[in-house]
């Protein structure tokens, strides 16, 4: 048999897959890779059809007889084989988009019809693999005169023998990768295919990893860094370190670019080749090796960038040493597929659709990303954000453009934190998402731009962005899929955001509203506690907990447990701060805000919270009151203006009316109404001041937290709501005991508690006592003036069972039921009689923007226990404000 293997000098086809490809003259052996495109050539008569059978699964094999048969009814209708081989190459194109193994069953001697082909292939980024059965035209003819139904001119087989000969020489020059020729029936019948994984195919090592960013040459921070991780080195005779194990077999993983700039690169690559011959280690190239290869090859190359230190340095060793760099760096695949492709490991970034492919096209988005065409201020390319819009499955951990911190984005992460650069070298342990970084022991090596602006984000490598957040924006969350932003309400947001909000580093969260129950049909109530149990058990939902209601205003904390521990995580260094729903201070004046949080760290601290969650700062949702601490103008303008208008009209009016009745008029009746309104005012008057009282400094003052929003590293929002409340407990009990531990310790100024308990009562909606029990308890609460109760699933999250897995099937997160008498606020004194047209509201609209905040705030939380940068968090958080301006009625 003989089997001619070539490749392609084709620079344009990826290089990984191109080693020791070249078969003897006596091999029975064809390798095939396992995700190429193999095209079959043949004359007709050749054998195709059956060694495509004999070879390859008949789900792999597309053939232009049976293409032709699904658009002529006849696999001989020479007529229809222009439309033939547009579904074959429809199909081909879709099967090589999935990643699978193609062969492609038709005569291909000409070389229009393989130039199609082979574009399909480039187009897919698979290597092109050529099958050629030469076999004598005599042979082949008779064949066809044995097929009935295969009765062809006599010269055809001649003209297609012809065509193939001509073809031999240059198929490798038509860009297939491999090529293998067999002559003769005997050596078809010996040919046996052989599949090759790809060489970027490391699906079968599972890990664990420590992947290592960006070295440049960096030896004693590698050393550092990789005995921080765990790894024993192994050492030369010179003292230099050759090689690194980690006693629990940990392999580590590096993302390229070595080499140049800093003051060592001989001893990184001494030390990394040493890992990788030892199989402690994988390597994927950079740009820089890249480079530096070609110049050690004797190319032309442009010497920058650090290029001129790498080869002077390399220059002061042996010539045995500058080979071996140089077949390591020839040697290295341009990424890696690991741990049943969940982990992707590359340079510069890659996206969903290359990994595991093979092509020039890959290996240079690998080595050196994608560029905008322009140019920033310093000159240097704009990177194309391909991270930004990346949704794939599998964690791409890259480096190449240098960021102040490594942090996650659309499950990605980069590495090169800068260490040549006077950053910080660091290390990605995986799967445990865990980042070790050991700080550069100087800056080596100036940097064209700046490591670290003071844009906001900057730190993470990417700054807020107008373009983020202006125009028709569509925000994607893991609960509600896709939730768009009008272009009119992201400028309403932007004018509150820009104007008014805090800094927006500080704001990781921003609280839904949220709906109220469904309306009662109960004589004299718009809102009843039934409607919210019976809607929770329509939605399968079985346990609640109904929280009492805080007549305050809503209060977001982020509390620092130490005055570091904000500029760690945030960039902003201070004990905490405290915002509106709107993203506002909540008070204005700054000595006040510290001592509140104040109070809530030194309760946190007792009460051993920042130890359980193994954090140094906490975000926590909360009601502070009383009302009248941030409402005083609302009061004075709208409710105080009502109840004194009222107060002043009214009595005038009956006063009148008496008179008027005393002449012998009879008005009973209007005397009655007048009567029932005044009763109203007076109890719309009671309703608000029961919410507003004096306050002095912390005197006066009430804070009462309901959840605990996130930590460091987790979204604690998911966890049941029982869970909140057994924290909030411990926090208001260790106010309170802190309180007694100060008055006994002779402390001034610390005479009540800020912290109050949030009450509450646990309902099972297939218990009717359960759900009775919890009525009474509303009642009386409301009765005593309360406002009333938010009714949540005590699993927190929750999704109807109709709609498990799809957005659609979110429950509502809570619902309130305010009592009767809260209700004169928001209706007016005399809403009771008017409850017929009250009870028309449309919830719908309402229900559909707690759902969309819900989901954007839980998004945000998300990315924030991710350690995502800041642009990533603001997204969601901008969403929630810009919703917050869509047309509602302000009542419900």
Not at 422 to 439: C, D, F, H, I, Q
Not at 489 to 499: F, G, I, K, P, Y
Not at 824 to 841: N, S, W
């Amino acid at each position: 048999m003989t089997d001619e293997t070539t490749d392609s000098p084709d620079e344009s086809q990826e290089q990984d897959q191109d080693q020791d490809q070249t078969e003897s003259t006596t091999s029975r052996r064809l390798p095939v890779t396992d995700v190429s495109l193999v095209v079959l050539i043949g004359t007709s008569g050749a054998g195709k059809s059956t060694f495509a059978r004999r070879h390859f699964l008949p789900t792999q094999v597309v053939s232009s007889d049976f293409c032709r048969g699904l658009v002529a009814d006849d696999e001989n209708d020479q007529s229809a084989s222009a439309d033939a081989f547009d579904v074959l190459h429809h199909i081909v194109g879709k099967r090589l988009a999935a990643g699978r193994l193609t062969v492609v069953d038709a005569t291909n001697v000409q070389p229009e019809g393989r130039r199609q082909l082979v574009a399909i292939a480039r187009e897919h980024d698979v290597l092109p693999i050529a099958i050629v059965l030469d076999l004598p035209p005599g042979v082949c003819a008779e064949r066809n005169r044995s097929r009935p139904d295969r009765q062809l001119p006599a010269h055809v087989v001649p003209r297609q023998h012809r065509e193939l000969r001509r073809s031999l020489r240059g198929l490798e020059r038509e860009g297939f990768r491999k090529v293998h020729v067999l002559r003769g029936e005997a050596e078809v019948a010996a040919a046996e295919i052989e599949l090759e994984k790809r060489y970027n195919d490391l699906r079968h090592l599972t890990g664990p990893f420590d992947i290592v960013g960006d070295i440049h040459g960096c030896r004693s921070e590698l050393e550092t860094l990789l005995t921080r991780l765990g790894y024993t080195l192994t050492r030369d005779a010179e003292g230099r370190p050759v090689d690194a194990a980690h006693p629990e077999g940990r392999t580590a993983v590096f993302v390229g670019d070595l080499v140049d700039r800093g003051p060592d690169t001989p001893g990184v690559l001494r030390l990394v080749m040493g890992m990788v011959a030892a199989g402690h280690a994988l390597c994927v190239p950079g740009n820089h090796e890249n480079k530096l290869g070609r110049a050690m090859d004797g190319r032309k190359v442009t010497v920058a960038y650090g290029l001129q230190e790498s080869l002077d340095q390399l220059a002061g060793e042996s010539e045995e040493f500058r080979a071996e760099v140089r077949a390591f760096m020839r040697g290295l695949v341009s990424h890696y597929l690991l741990d049943g492709g969940a982990l992707v490991v590359c340079h510069a970034g890659l996206p969903e659709r290359y990994h595991g492919r093979n092509s020039g096209r890959v290996r240079s988005h690998a080595l050196y990303g994608e560029t905008t065409g322009e140019t920033d201020e310093y000159g240097l390319p704009v990177r194309y954000p391909w991270a930004e819009e990346y949704r794939g499955r599998a964690l791409v951990v890259y480096g190449h453009t240098p960021v102040p911190v490594a942090s996650f984005v659309n499950n990605t992460i980069c590495l090169d934190t800068g260490c040549v650069f006077g950053g910080s070298l660091t290390a990605l342990r995986y799967p445990e998402r865990e980042l070790v970084s050991v700080g550069a022991e100087r800056e080596w090596y100036a940097p064209v731009r700046p490591l670290v602006s003071d844009a906001p984000g900057a730190r993470e490598g990417r700054p807020l962005d107008l373009a983020d957040v202006a125009g028709r924006r569509i925000v994607e969350t893991g609960l509600h899929g896709r939730v768009a932003v009008r272009e009119e309400n992201a400028a309403a947001a932007l004018e509150v955001m820009s104007r008014f909000a805090l800094d927006p580093r500080l704001l990781a969260y921003l609280p839904p509203t949220m709906a109220p129950s469904a309306t009662s049909r109960r004589d004299g109530y718009l809102e009843h506690p039934e409607e919210a149990f019976l809607g929770y058990r329509a939605d399968g939902v079985r346990h609640l907990v109904c929280e009492e209601k805080h007549m305050g205003s809503r209060a977001v904390l982020l509390v620092a447990r130490e005055g570091a521990a904000l500029e760690r995580r945030f960039g902003v260094a201070g004990p905490g701060a405290i915002w509106t729903r709107t993203g506002r201070a909540f008070l204005t004046d700054e000595e006040l805000t510290g001592a509140v949080l104040d109070r809530v760290r030194e309760a946190a601290e007792r009460a051993g919270l920042f130890e359980e969650l193994a954090s140094d700062w906490l975000l926590l949702d909360a009601e502070l009151m009383p009302w009248s601490l941030k409402a005083v103008e609302l009061l004075r303008r709208q409710y105080a203006a009502v109840g004194a208008a009222a107060g002043a009209a009214l009595p005038e009016v009956l006063s009148a009316l008496e008179r008027a009745a005393g002449r012998g008029l009879d008005l009973a009746h209007l005397t009655s109404r007048q009567r029932q309104r005044a009763a109203d005012a007076q109890a719309f008057t009671e309703a608000y001041r029961r919410y507003c009282w004096p306050t002095e400094g912390l005197s006066g003052i009430r804070l009462a937290p309901f959840q605990l929003l996130a930590a460091e590293g987790a979204n604690l929002a998911v966890r049941p709501h029982d869970e909140h409340l057994a924290w909030i407990d411990r926090l208001v009990d260790a106010d309170a005991t802190d309180l007694t531990a100060g008055a006994a310790a002779g402390r001034a100024g610390r005479e009540e508690p800020v912290l109050h308990r949030t009450r509450r009562v646990l309902v099972d909606t297939e218990d009717e006592a359960s759900m009775a029990a919890a009525t009474e308890w509303w009642e009386e609460l409301t009765g005593a003036g309360g406002e009333g109760m938010v009714v949540k699933p005590l699993a927190s999250l929750v999704r109807t069972a109709r709609g498990e897995g799809r957005p659609g099937g979110l429950v509502q997160p809570g619902v309130k039921v305010r009592g009767r008498e809260y209700l004169r606020i928001i209706y007016g004194p005399d809403y009771t009689e008017h409850l017929d047209r009250l009870r028309l509201r449309a919830l719908g609209h309402k229900r559909s923007l707690a759902l969309r905040e819900y989901a954007l705030g839980m998004e945000a939380l998300d990315r924030l226990a991710a350690g995502e940068p800041l642009w990533r968090v603001h997204e969601p958080v901008f969403a929630v404000l810009a919703l917050e301006s869509e047309p509602v009625d302000p009542r419900l």
